[in-house]
């Protein structure tokens, strides 16, 4: 693991609304993530743990607070220039796969690459490539309805490390998948974070997952409660 510093927030605070009716989905959060690292966020339904995910992810906007990511504060960087980093640094995994049905395995993850402008042959050579990665040799051609719950995350998954992103976020990857194929959408982060060094931040409630990561992030109520990085 690295010593660099992908990560700082400093008192991130994210309100809906104003006034007395307020909802502090997140109240005051710090923590530093290294690179490398391989980070749970935890917490019961409610305490934040989304909304954490899509501010880092560039989604979203705190309502306070500072974010820098490599040491450059992205909380202040104008909208082009976040969408331009959002679309090129960020990997982002969704709990219901958001693939297009219509489109093969190996479409699906290369859309991206040619909206990144790269041409199609190279776009096809590198979705083939991250499609490997995660296992799915051989099944680039399947449509979403001809691949299994934890196949279709895994090509979830592809689509977001062809574009070689800094940073991995998956919120609740699994929350559609039995343990079997939990297991093996899990093995992918756990393979990509060993081999690659790729950064990976992923919000969970199942305590079995906390095996897989080497950092647990606990949040309630909108601050962070623990912080636990395993030995
Ligand atoms: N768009 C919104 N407008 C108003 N309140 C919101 C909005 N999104 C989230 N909240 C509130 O902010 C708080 C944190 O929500 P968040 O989705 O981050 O929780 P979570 O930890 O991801 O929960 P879950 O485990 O159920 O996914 C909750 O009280 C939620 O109701
Ligand atoms: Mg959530």
Sequence with gaps: MGTVKIIIVKDLKRYYGT????VKALNGVSFEIKKGEFVAIMGASGSGKTTLLRILALLDDATDGIYTIRGLEVSSLPEAERSYYRLTQVGYVFQDYALINEMSAAENVYVLSMMEGKSKKESYR???EALAKVGLNGKHDRVPDELSGGEKQRVAIARAI??????????????????NNSKQVLDVFKELNEKYGQ????????????????????LEDGIMISDEIKT
């Design 19 to 22: 006034g007395k009716t307020a």
């Design 126 to 128: 590198t979705a083939l």
């Design 162 to 179: 062809a574009k070689k992103p800094d940073i991995m976020f998956a919120d609740e990857p699994c929350a559609n998948l039995d343990t």
């Design 199 to 218: 950064t990976i931040i992923m919000v969970t409630h199942e305590p079995w997952h906390v095996e897989y990561v080497n950092r647990v992030i606990t």
